[in-house]
């Protein structure tokens, strides 16, 4: 009935999509294992894309081929930069989206690759041989043979949805939770562990009273997360809203922690420290009077509304009275209750840096299974494994990306090294290279290696190359581009910078830190019609750069000098305690996580810079 496949990829959220089409659009023939085909990239919890630092990894998934920026531009109701008021480095796009679109979206763009095949049935487990993955066993007992395995199940394991008193299995709210797969990998030697995670009530939009809350609106001038010409910017916007809980509600909410499965010891997974339930918030910051509600639309037609920042677990009659007493809701109407979720994972240290399992060979994990959270953060390893996977069966060089190279290289050098005992969630304060990683240069940075691998196309790489191309050009031209002392200066002094001396080119001034590009050109306007012939993004780009440059240069030096620790190998046949002079911890973590490279295993929480240096001399030996 089945053919053998190259690569199968069990579950179809955002992990699942992107590691079957990044697969199959390099080359392999994959199958698609998933328990519903109707719930294909279902957002499961928020109706968005992207925000700080999530932003920035959906753009590197668009720079190295993968889908998600696209889906999301094609599924986009409203567009915003957020952290505008601060540097670049910080910058982040989010997307609010048409639930219903973004999962037909990406439903169809899957079936237009030719070397993807679907299969509807839950997976029990996988077939190994020998160490090594050889296919899945489905609920009916069909067995499907394949070359890899990726797991990407999400919820789904074990999964068990808390309402109050009430507990039943599930993996999403109406959807059942998957057997099996735990039972089977503890026995080949895995650990596992549980996780928590929630969603909030949806209500109904016409029981709201838009005239008392705050509206949101889209920016000006909307942008997009695709760096390709498939997608466009929004003509038009739909808005959110912001209103807040009041002691009221609180108190309302407090009311029902007696019968709160997260207060009573029934919910025993670790549960996301940055996204917390409404009644976590009201608990842990009980000097609060207030806490900050976002009214999400979930879609341009329908009246659904995600009401962002009340995640919870309490009785549906609490959840039903509290919510009615927000600003806004007094007539509400609730479509269905919040719900939290447990279900189980598997500590990332198991993991290779190709996200492949230590214990069983071409068997990759990527998202939720790995303790992550949320859509971006999943797709991004979706898209590792895929790729790594195609590589690894057709005996192809490993495609890893460093810390310094993208926010993808960090999660996964995060997760693999460090582990995580709460759902791990990216921020831009967890790359020690932001200033290298921004979201508007992660095509030069990464789309020429996706092209490499053979994943980017041609085209796109092209597109990357005439970008660059032009930011050059547009430097170089401020460089050559020089005013007069008596042309200047009087509206240096307006502006309050210092007067220049004699003649200087632009590219100069603008280096000063109170001078921005919009500066620039009220001070010189002979300036517009040479910007006039170039594109917002290049204008934009080329002052990030020459405004940081100092700092670029840092950064740079900086990564030189780790990257021979980077290139020290360490086999996978090392003993650690044949090394006396190494730490009794730095032995036992060293062991555990089987570093592949000298700064990888500098990296890993307790091993001291003095172990490190053994190692240095013992590999140098």
Known sequence: MFQNYDLIVVGGGHAGCEAAAAAANMGSKVLLATMNMNTIAQMSCNPAVGGVA??????????????????????????????????????????QNDRMRFAEEWRLQLERIPNLDFWQEMVSGIIVEDNRVVGIETSMGLKIKAKAVVLTNGTFLNGLIHIGEKQFGGGRSAERA????????????????????????????????????????????????????????????????????????????????????????????????????????????AERNRHQIFVEPEGWDTVEVYVNG????????IQYKAIREIEGFKNVKMFRPGYAIEYDFFPPTQLK????????????????????????????????????????INEKEEFILNRSEAYIGVLIDDLINKGTEEPYRMFTSR??????????????RLTPLGHKIGLASDERLKQVEEKQ??????????????????????????????????????????????????????????????ISSYTKEVVEASEINIKYESYIEKENQL???????????????????????????????????????????????????????????????
């Open 353 to 392: 840096t190709t996200l492949e399992t230590k214990l069983v060979g071409n068997l990759y994990f990527a998202g939720q299974i790995n303790g992550t959270t949320g859509y971006e953060e999943a797709a991004c390893q979706g898209l590792m494994a895929g790729i790594n996977a195609h590589l690894k």
């Open 54 to 95: 999530k932003g920035q990894i959906v753009r590197e998934i668009d720079a190295l081929g993968g889908y998600s920026g696209i889906i999301a531009d094609k599924s986009m109701i409203q567009f915003r930069m957020l952290n505008k008021s601060k540097g670049p480095a910080m910058w982040s796009p989010r997307t």
């Open 469 to 530: 191309s032009r930011i050059d050009a547009f430097i170089k031209g401020l460089k050559t581009h020089k005013v007069k002392p008596n042309t200047v200066n009087d509206k240096l002094t307006e502006i309050k910078s210092s007067p220049i001396k004699e003649k200087t080119n632009v590219y100069s001034i603008l280096k000063r830190p109170e001078i921005s590009f919009k500066q620039l050109q009220f001070i010189e306007q002979d300036l517009n019609d040479m």
């Open 559 to 621: 990564i030189e000098k780790m990257r021979n620790l980077e290139d020290l190998k360490i086999k996978d046949s090392l003993d650690f305690n044949a090394i006396p002079a190494l730490s009794s911890e730095a032995k036992e973590k060293l062991r555990k996580v089987r570093p592949q490279t000298l700064g990888q295993a500098s990296r890993i929480s307790g091993v001291t810079p003095a172990d490190i240096s053994i190692l240095m001399v013992y590999l140098g030996r």
């Open 178 to 285: 998957s057997k099996g797969i735990t039972e089977q990998l503890e026995s080949l030697g895995f650990e596992s562990g549980r996780m928590k995670t929630g969603t909030p009530p949806r209500v109904d939009g016409r029981t709201i009273d838009y005239t008392k809350i705050e509206e949101q609106k889209g920016d000006e001038v909307p942008e997009k997360f695709s760096f390709s010409n498939e997608t466009k910017p929004l003509e038009n916007q739909r808005s959110c809203h912001i209103t807040y809980t009041n002691p009221i509600v609180h108190e309302i909410l407090e009311d029902g922690f007696e019968r709160s499965p997260m207060f009573n010891g029934r919910i025993q997974g670790l549960g996301p420290r940055y996204c917390p339930s409404i009644e976590d918030k009201i608990n842990r910051f």
């Open 310 to 317: 009340f995640s919870t677990s309490l009785p549906e009659d």
């Open 431 to 444: 790359a020690e290279h932001r200033i290298l990683l921004r979201q508007d240069n992660a095509d030069v």
